[in-house]
T-cell receptor, first 114, second 109 residues
C-alpha cells in the first residue's frame, strides 16, 4: 500500500478512556506530523518528527502523547480527553522538514469524545 | 501577526462557470504558498507550490497565481468533480506553516 494510512478512521471514546491513533507511511519520507482539524478553524500543528526525533511540540496538552518508533510509523496516544478535543486528526509526511516540501496527508481519524 | 485568510468561505458555481478563490497572507519571509484540495472524509491532497510573486502553475482546470500579498486559484469551466474544500497554506522559515480555513466549492451540474 502506498501513501499515508491512518487507523482507525472513526473513534468514539469516553473521557476516561485510553486509545491510540496509528499512522503509517510507505513513501520513504523522513518527516511526519500530527495535525488537528476542527470545523471553521485552520489546521493546527501538534507535533513534528524528523528522522523519528521530535522536533516540535506546539504547546499541546499532555493528554496527547506522540510516539515515533521509526520513520514510517507514528502514533498519538490519547488519555483523559475533553469534549473539545473532538476533531479530525490528520497525519502527514514530507520528504524532509522544511517549507520547501508539500505534505502527503492521510485520510484522518474522526475522533468524538463523549 | 502572521496569518492566512481565504475567501469566500463557500462558493456555489454552475458547471462551466469560471471563478477564482482568494488566499490573502500576511506572513513575513514567505518561502512558499501551497494549495491543497480536501474532499469530505479525506485528508488534504497537495496541488501546487508557488515560491515567488508572478509565478503561475496549472493542473487541468486549475491555475494558481501568486502576488506579494495574495494567491488566487482560478477554476476554468468547473465540473461537479471539482467540488471540494480548497486550502491554502503559507510557509516561512523555521518550518512554520499557516493554513487558511478553506473555501468550500460546490459545482452544480
Amino acid at each position: 500500500e502506498t501513501g499515508v494510512t491512518q487507523t482507525p478512521r472513526h473513534l468514539v471514546m469516553g473521557m476516561t478512556n485510553k486509545k491510540s491513533l496509528k499512522c503509517e507511511q510507505h513513501l520513504g519520507h523522513n518527516a511526519m506530523y500530527w495535525y488537528k482539524q476542527s470545523a471553521k478553524k485552520p489546521l493546527e500543528l501538534m507535533f513534528v518528527y524528523n528522522f523519528k526525533e521530535q522536533t516540535e511540540n506546539n504547546s499541546v496538552p499532555s493528554r496527547f502523547s506522540p510516539e515515533c518508533p521509526n520513520s514510517s510509523h507514528l502514533f498519538l496516544h490519547l488519555h483523559t480527553l475533553q469534549p473539545e478535543d473532538s476533531a479530525l486528526y490528520l497525519c502527514a509526511s514530507s520528504q524532509d522538514v522544511g517549507v520547501n516540501y508539500g505534505y502527503t496527508f492521510g485520510s484522518g481519524t474522526r475522533l468524538t469524545v463523549v | 501577526e502572521d496569518q492566512v485568510t481565504q475567501s469566500p468561505e463557500a462558493l456555489r458555481l454552475q458547471e462551466g462557470e469560471s471563478s477564482s478563490l482568494n488566499c490573502s497572507y500576511t506572513v513575513s519571509g514567505l518561502r512558499g504558498l501551497f494549495w491543497y484540495r480536501q474532499d469530505p472524509g479525506k485528508g488534504p491532497e497537495f496541488l501546487f507550490t508557488l515560491y515567488s510573486a508572478g509565478e503561475e502553475k496549472e493542473k487541468e482546470r486549475l491555475k494558481a497565481t501568486l502576488t506579494k500579498k495574495e494567491s488566487f486559484l482560478h477554476i476554468t469551466a468547473p465540473k461537479p468533480e471539482d467540488s471540494a474544500t480548497y486550502l491554502c497554506a503559507a510557509g516561512k522559515l523555521g518550518n512554520q506553516f499557516y493554513f487558511g480555513t478553506g473555501t468550500s466549492l460546490t459545482v452544480i451540474p
